[in-house]
């Protein structure tokens, strides 16, 4: 993958788990990286602790909205592309608190489209045709299918959370910045992510996480939801791509054509854990799924149609759902410090409360 031709990048939430996975790819591939995050609960520098010493990485703690701190870091380590993956993702924390959300996803975005404005807007010649500004999204944002049909680039939005929609809106300053100022933007949409590093309140780290301690395996509702289901490695190869041959203004749907019910990633996940650790007490591990209350507004179904990336910049996932859940297991398996440390704060992977009244108690 071609990273010279971007010079150095500024990367925003990259200690978090796709960004960080980002930062891992570039950095090894001599790119010159300045990672600026907040490190909020679900940021962790020690997901970036294999890049940490290389001379070509930066990391800068603060955050996107701090217009006086971009502007510092654009000028003086003067990057030919931003990558935004900076964003409160979390659905049911959404839900919980909404007002996290439109401040990081809507005016931090906001705010770091300013700044990057003002910036472009001094270079010249090649350096001024040749930055990017990327912002990561999300197909939530376009709502819940039905049984059949996927999402496309030109699929209407329709937010159902409060995460998803403080997600569109963020695309929707993105698209506007390019179409009034012509800043260059580009804006990709991926399905699901998991594999390695990922925090542990989402539904893969957690049932691998709680599996092998012998804990309730909770699955919302009858556990018939879908998701599309992406490895974070290919995420990011797809986004690098994009970057260095994606058309200025578009949009790119990215996903892994892996669509899967919460209770058939649950079982792959206990089956395989069967496999790895035989010795365990508890097994099966599938004696422990239990179903609790289904959150509010849960979309039923997502999947993407990355015809687009396919066909226009010649992209495909290198991983299948097998290969990447197997690889996924046996990463959590063989990282338990990292696990220990991320979760040292007040996060003990609990359900989260939620908003939805008539559930009385937690589940």
């Not at 993702?89 to 705010?111: A, K, L, W």
């Not at 015809?307 to 097998?322: A, G, H, I, R, V």
């Amino acid at each position: 993958m071609t990273t010279g031709s971007h010079g150095t990048y500024l990367v925003t939430g990259g200690a978090g788990f796709i960004g960080s996975c980002f930062v891992r790819q570039l950095v090894t591939d001599n790119a010159r990286v300045v990672n600026l995050d907040r490190l909020t609960y679900a940021g962790n520098l020690d997901s970036l602790d294999e890049v940490a010493d290389y001379a070509n990485y930066v990391f800068v703690q603060g955050d996107i909205g701090n217009t006086a701190l971009v502007t510092r870091l654009l000028n003086e380590y003067r990057p030919a592309t931003i990558v935004n993956f900076a964003a409160e993702s979390h659905v049911d924390r959404s839900i919980d608190g909404p007002r996290d959300f439109v401040q990081t996803n809507v005016v931090g975005t906001f705010e770091l489209l300013m700044s990057a404005r003002a910036y472009w807007d001094q270079l010249t010649g090649p350096q001024r045709d040749e930055f990017r500004f990327l912002h990561v999204s999300t197909d939530e944002v376009y709502g819940s299918l039905g049984s059949t049909g996927k999402f496309t680039e030109t699929t209407a939005y329709s937010p159902n959370s409060p995460y998803s929609a403080s997600k569109a809106a963020s695309d929707h300053f993105v698209r506007a910045f390019h179409h009034t100022y012509g800043l260059p933007v580009l804006t990709t949409n991926c399905s699901n992510n998991y594999g390695p590093y990922q925090f542990p309140e989402k539904l893969i780290p957690l049932i691998i996480l709680n599996a092998l301690e012998g804990k309730h395996l909770p699955i919302y509702g009858d556990g018939q939801n879908i998701r599309d289901w992406l490895y974070v490695e290919d995420h990011c190869r797809a986004i690098r791509l994009v970057l260095d041959k994606g058309t200025v203004g578009a949009v790119y749907n990215i996903g892994g054509d892996c669509e899967r019910t919460n209770i058939v990633v649950a079982k792959e996940i206990c089956r395989i854990i069967d496999e790895l650790r035989p010795d365990l007490p508890h097994a099966p591990c599938e004696s422990l799924i239990q179903f609790v209350h289904d959150r509010p507004g849960h979309d039923r179904r997502y999947a993407i149609d990355c015809t687009k990336l396919q066909t226009e910049l010649d992209w495909k996932p290198q991983e299948s759902f097998e290969s990447g859940l197997q690889r996924t297991v046996q990463w959590y398996l063989s990282n338990s410090q990292w696990v220990e440390r991320v979760t040292s704060g007040k996060y003990r992977r609990e359900r989260l409360r939620t908003l939805d009244q008539t559930a009385g108690k937690e589940n």
